[in-house]
């Protein structure tokens, strides 16, 4: 079946250590691609998106993203973690599909824990 | 940035009532609304788009019947789930499409039914 997965359901770092949450999907043809985050107690925030151009996608709090699109992967990176980055990470995608609708498809999810 | 507003934020309710969520997009017009439930520790499972003035576009295997949405204006789409059920506890999340095709999500709700 068609879906967006997210491998890491939980992941634990220590402040300034390197992130990367992968995400890959099964969608064939174009698709957008976005990161979201979900800070405790706090509505869905867009971190970034991937459209077109650079499949390297810089977005908000340095955090970044890469297309990769042989590997159908959009992983998200960060090089130096902070406490205030604890929170849930969405990874969501939208084939497009004939009906001009682009729905947004949402991965499981990545539980972030930074330990100061 | 654009807000979209949810009410109520929690609700608990008795088997067999119907209770209605909100959706407000509060400083821009949305054509398009998205409706969204999550079950606890898995995805957020889209059950249906609701469009301005015309009847909601409900996924595969979301009983229409059930989960009634209105789009009656530019900035107010409710969900209500009718005779709802412990089953139906969950927590429903909106989000409306910006000018600019961005999604805005609401602060989400939380339904019990007991």
């Known amino acids: 079946a068609q879906s967006v997965s997210q491998h890491n359901h939980h992941v634990i770092l220590s402040e300034a250590a390197s992130l990367e949450l992968g995400c890959n999907y099964s969608?064939?043809?174009?698709?957008?691609l976005f990161w979201y985050v979900q800070y405790p107690g706090q509505h869905l925030q867009l971190l970034l998106k991937y459209f077109s151009g650079d499949p390297l996608v810089k977005g908000i709090k340095g955090f970044e993203a890469e297309f990769i699109k042989s590997k159908f992967s959009f992983n998200l990176r960060k090089p130096s973690v902070q406490w205030s980055d604890t929170a849930e990470y969405f990874c969501a995608v939208t084939p497009t599909d004939n009906t001009g609708f682009q729905k947004l498809v949402f991965g499981t999810g990545t539980r972030l824990l930074v330990s100061p | 940035g654009a807000v979209v507003s949810q009410h109520p934020s929690r609700v608990i309710c008795k088997s067999g009532t119907s209770v209605k969520i909100e959706c407000r997009s509060l400083?821009?017009?949305?054509?398009?609304m998205f409706w969204y439930r999550q079950f606890p520790k898995q995805s957020l499972m889209l059950m249906a788009t609701?469009?301005?003035?015309?009847?909601?576009?409900?996924e595969q295997g979301v009983e229409k019947d059930k989960f009634l949405i209105n789009h009656a204006s530019l900035t107010l789409s409710t969900l209500t789930v009718t005779s709802a059920h412990p089953e139906d506890s969950s927590f429903y999340i909106c989000?409306?499409?910006?000018?600019?095709?961005?999604?805005?999500f609401g602060e989400g709700s939380r339904l019990t039914v007991l």
């Open positions: 609701s469009n301005e003035g015309s009847k909601a576009t409900y």
């Open positions: 400083d821009f017009q949305a054509t398009t």
């Open positions: 989000s409306a499409r910006g000018e600019a095709g961005e999604l805005f």
């Open positions: 969608y064939g043809g174009t698709v957008n």
